[in-house]
């Protein structure tokens, strides 16, 4: 067993494991409300293109809400793959170690944000804090 997994117990892991569970659940609900799963690719969607009328200003519209749809899509199918790179890392035992300086990530850290793959000293100096 990686000696990171033993600053988290195994009640520790359980509730990351269920939180991560809920947040992917809840984003996969989200992005089904408008856009699909591609065929070949269940992890990528296609956001839906609106339909509101053949009238210039139903086609203004449309444009800027597939607009923001495009965005909002990008940003929950991101989170969802921070979500199963988590779950990767905790099936191959490297959960909890910071990918930038190797040392164990603060358990608070951890069940606080589940998905952090750097500790806070490494983040705070990636960002020039």
Known sequence: MNN???????????E?????QKEKDR?????????DPKEKNKDDYDARFPEFGN????????????????SLEHSLESELGDIKKTVARIEEGTYGTCKYCKQPIERGRLLAR???SSCVAC???????
């Open 4 to 14: 990171t997994l033993l600053l988290l117990s195994k009640e520790d892991l359980g």
């Open 16 to 20: 990351i494991k269920e939180k991560l």
């Open 27 to 35: 984003l996969e609900r989200e992005l089904g409300q408008f856009a």
């Open 55 to 70: 009238k210039d200003d139903e086609n203004a519209a449309e444009v800027a809400v597939y607009s923001d749809r495009l």
């Open 114 to 116: 589940p998905t952090s």
């Open 123 to 129: 983040k705070k100096e990636l960002k020039g804090e």
